[in-house]
Structure formats: structure tokens, C-alpha cells
């Protein structure tokens, strides 16, 4: 069994999906989008979709981009202000 993966969401990410913190088991940045929208709703793919994706600190919006077992995700949907 791979590690489970810590995935945090911010702002108003994590208020469409009704959740900050988790821990999942994924293979890509796909399977993440999935797994945080598993009802499909098209308001939580909306905002997913503006997000932008931390793995181990490394900034992401590819689909296809793969997430090592034990990896940390950062889930960051676009931020306004100055």
C-alpha cells in the first residue's frame, strides 16, 4: 500500500469542497481533481479547475502531473488583492 499523501486546500477551494485538510492516496493531480469532486459537482470543478497545485513545493497545474506517495499538496485557488 503507497503512503497517503497530506493535502491541504485554502480559501475559497476549501469552502467549496467543504474541507481544509486530507489525507488521500493519488497518483497524479488528476486523480487528486477526482477524489476532492467525487460527486462531480460542477461548482466545486469550476473552482478546481482556477486552482493552481503545490507538490512538495513545486507549482503545478498539469492534470498528468504525477504525486509521489508521502507527497504534500497544496491546493491554491487565485488570489485577489495587492
Same mark, same amino acid.
Given at each position: 500500500?503507497?503512503?497517503?499523501s497530506?493535502?491541504r486546500?485554502?480559501?475559497? +477551494?476549501?469552502? @467549496?469542497?467543504?474541507?481544509?485538510?486530507? !489525507?488521500?492516496? $493519488? /497518483?497524479?493531480?488528476?486523480a487528486?481533481? #477526482? *477524489?476532492?469532486n467525487?460527486s462531480?459537482? +460542477?461548482?466545486? @470543478?469550476?473552482?478546481?479547475?482556477?486552482? !493552481?497545485?503545490? $507538490? /512538495?513545493?513545486?507549482?503545478t497545474?498539469? #492534470? *498528468?502531473?504525477?504525486?509521489?506517495?508521502? +507527497?504534500?499538496?497544496d491546493?491554491?485557488?487565485p488570489?485577489?488583492?495587492?
Open positions: 500500500m503507497s503512503a497517503l497530506r493535502v486546500v485554502f480559501a475559497g +477551494a476549501a469552502e @467549496a469542497i467543504g474541507g481544509s485538510e486530507f !489525507s488521500l492516496q $493519488v /497518483d497524479s493531480i488528476g487528486l481533481l #477526482a *477524489e476532492l467525487p462531480t459537482d +460542477a461548482h466545486v @470543478a469550476d473552482v478546481l479547475a482556477r486552482c !493552481s497545485f503545490l $507538490v /512538495d513545493g513545486v507549482r497545474s498539469d #492534470a *498528468e502531473a504525477r504525486i509521489a506517495p508521502g +507527497a504534500s499538496v491546493v491554491l485557488p488570489f485577489a488583492g495587492g
